[in-house]
């Protein structure tokens, strides 16, 4: 039982601030779960922008992956403007 709960909570947090999927110096894109907050990716692309010597991320647009979710459900791409 202790096994089984040590791997969904590593499945659960595996998912948790989202992933870069593309970082050109000007802008990133964060892959994130629906229920991952916008301020939880945007604290993802701050810090990828740190490392091409930008300090901030603004919110230029999100969509759905699949477009047949609702707005704002399932995986997202969140890109934001290094700044």
Request: contains cysteine; proline residues 1%; positive net charge.
């Amino acid at each position: 039982m202790k096994c089984f709960l040590g791997v969904v909570s590593a499945i659960a947090l595996a998912g948790c601030a989202g992933m870069v999927t593309s970082n050109t110096g000007d802008s990133v894109t964060i892959e994130h779960d629906g229920f991952v907050s916008i301020d939880s990716a945007r604290e993802v692309a701050i810090a990828a922008c740190k490392q091409n010597g930008k300090t901030n991320a603004k919110l230029l647009r999100s969509a759905n992956k699949n477009p047949r979710f609702a707005a704002g459900t399932g995986v997202q791409f969140s890109t934001f403007a290094c700044e």
